[in-house]
């Protein structure tokens, strides 16, 4: 019996690697731009998916591995996808049991427009922080700060910026997130020496950007404002719940949930059941069939106040269904992608190039970036670019948290800024405001990037492999050496020395 002839696979070449990434993209923007009636980033994701694995059996893949590939990507993101399940039952049961009406309701007698910004903007930081997810912490706090500020008379562009900032900021200070300990993950370094990593870009802008919302806040037109509209909208509100401070406990125990270290979808499910609770007491909800109805449809209200209707007519798991279709072909398109080799071919050689902490820099955080846009998610955005430079982090004696700090920089924060990608669609489907619209605004997510090539070029902020760290003022101290494999971090020292030795790296200050 003949052996059976096995498959010679080669790599595709750039115009082979190219052609499912323009296919998807040229797909997009006759979408969105194009004037075709259909704007979803579905179907041209779906045809991208056969464009690629086309591409891969022409390389020699079978049709079988690019499944493999497909199927290995989306088994990783399952919990996340289920998370995002359990997030849109949490949003209805806040909403049903009275807690985001009551964010709502005392929100407008403590604010106003121009404390508004900088304060909803920490605020939001806070609960991301403790929650560990961005997502939560837009779908909680988010929303009602989006009812809060339309009742200020702010526009919603602004106002949606101002949480985006907020709970990304909270999400890459919490060791709880998801995104932050994947990248901690890829680079193989400890956790809280990627957040330690994480605050000396964050933190710098997190700070310019509560200058900008308070500039923006004190020039705020308040002779347009009409206090009626925040008034007629606590009516609304007061009209069709129990409004009470005891609502704002669901909040509290979702943040405790997450200070306990609680897993995630534990405590969104401890949550929702406080909101059920909530629900049943203060707002007399305690047939089950209704309750299991708000739960899975989401909430639909018509209170005569056409803001509050559209503030609180959402929620559900049903509701997230679109984003989870949109996550599940995005992941699926990644997978393909990195099976068929097409960003081995496109990337593969760039870092031999490579020859400065800058450059190294740029190349990671626009790899992250290119990941995010094509690839439309935020995990390929980290975990994709992580393999691909970090032998020439250490071949420049650098710490592996500066490598897992450069992958949220781009990765996470920007890939909220299109539409396509899932943390986009997300976004865009609880505050309602388009990513094109609010990215403008998100001062922390826009500006993080930049700030990050911008010191790496000066030699600023910069954390070496023995420990010591170059800050924005550009003197170098020691601390403690972030985690790396051993036989990698002996390497990198020997590295960093070398360079140093050749006036390429600078030395610690007594």
């Not at 049991?97 to 309701?105: D, K, R």
Request: with cysteine; aromatic share 8%.
């Amino acid at each position: 019996m003949s052996e059976k002839k096995e498959r010679t696979v080669r790599l595709p070449n750039v115009v082979e690697a190219l052609i499912p990434i323009v296919v998807m993209m040229a797909l997009m923007l006759y979408g969105f731009v194009g004037g075709s009636g259909y704007s979803d980033a579905h179907m041209p994701l779906l045809v991208s998916i056969i464009v690629a694995c086309i591409i891969g059996c022409l390389c020699g893949h079978s049709f079988s591995d690019m499944l493999a590939g497909m199927l290995d990507r989306l088994n990783a993101t399952m919990e996340a996808i289920l998370i995002l399940c359990t997030v849109g039952i949490l949003v209805a049961s806040f909403i049903m049991s009275g807690t985001i009406p009551a964010l709502i309701y005392y929100g407008l007698d403590l604010l106003t427009p121009k404390l508004f910004l900088p304060v909803g903007c920490i605020m939001c930081a806070i609960v991301g922080l403790a929650c560990g997810s961005s997502w939560t912490a837009t779908a909680t706090i988010g929303i009602a700060f989006l009812g809060i500020g339309a009742g200020l008379g702010i526009n919603p562009a602004i106002t949606a910026g101002m949480i985006i900032s907020g709970a990304y900021v909270g999400d890459k200070f919490s060791p709880l997130s998801d995104t932050t300990n994947l990248a901690a993950a890829v680079s193989e370094t400890g956790l809280f020496d990627h957040v330690t990593a994480m605050v000396s870009t964050t933190g710098p802008t997190f700070i310019i950007a509560l200058i900008l919302y308070t500039i923006l806040g004190l020039n705020i037109d308040t002779a347009g404002f009409d206090a009626s509209v925040a008034t007629e909208l606590q009516a609304a509100l007061a009209d069709n719940f129990n409004i009470t401070p005891l609502l704002l406990i669901p909040i509290i125990v979702i943040i405790a949930a997450c200070v306990l270290k609680l897993p995630g979808l534990v405590g969104i499910a401890v949550s929702v059941a406080c909101g059920v609770l909530f629900a049943a007491i203060f707002q007399g909800m305690t047939n089950l069939g209704d309750l299991f109805d708000v739960l899975h449809y989401g909430t639909s209200y018509e209170t005569g106040n056409e803001l509050a209707d559209s503030l609180l007519s959402r929620g559900g798991m049903d509701h997230q269904m679109w984003t989870i279709n949109l996550i599940l072909l995005a992941v699926a398109y990644g997978g393909a992608l990195e099976r068929c080799g097409c960003i081995d071919t496109l990337f593969g050689g760039l870092k031999n190039k490579l020859n400065s902490v800058g450059s190294l820099i740029l190349a990671t955080l626009l790899t992250s970036l290119f990941c995010d846009a094509t690839m439309c998610d935020q995990f390929l955005g980290i975990g994709v670019p992580a393999p691909l430079y970090v032998d020439k982090y250490d071949e420049m004696g650098l710490g592996r948290n500066m490598l897992s700090r450069t992958l949220e920089d781009a990765g996470t924060l920007w890939a909220v800024m299109f539409p396509w990608t899932g943390c986009g669609a997300y976004q865009m489907g609880v505050l309602g405001i388009h990513p094109f619209a609010y990215f403008p605004f998100a001062f922390v997510n826009l500006l993080n990037p930049i700030l990050a090539a911008i010191t790496a070029f000066l030699g600023r902020n910069i954390f070496w492999a023995d420990g010591s760290y170059t800050n924005l003022f550009g003197k170098t101290t020691m601390r403690k050496p972030a985690a790396a494999p051993a036989d990698k971090h002996e390497l990198a020292v020997k590295n960093l020395e070398a360079r140093r030795a050749a006036g390429k790296a600078p030395r610690p200050q007594v």
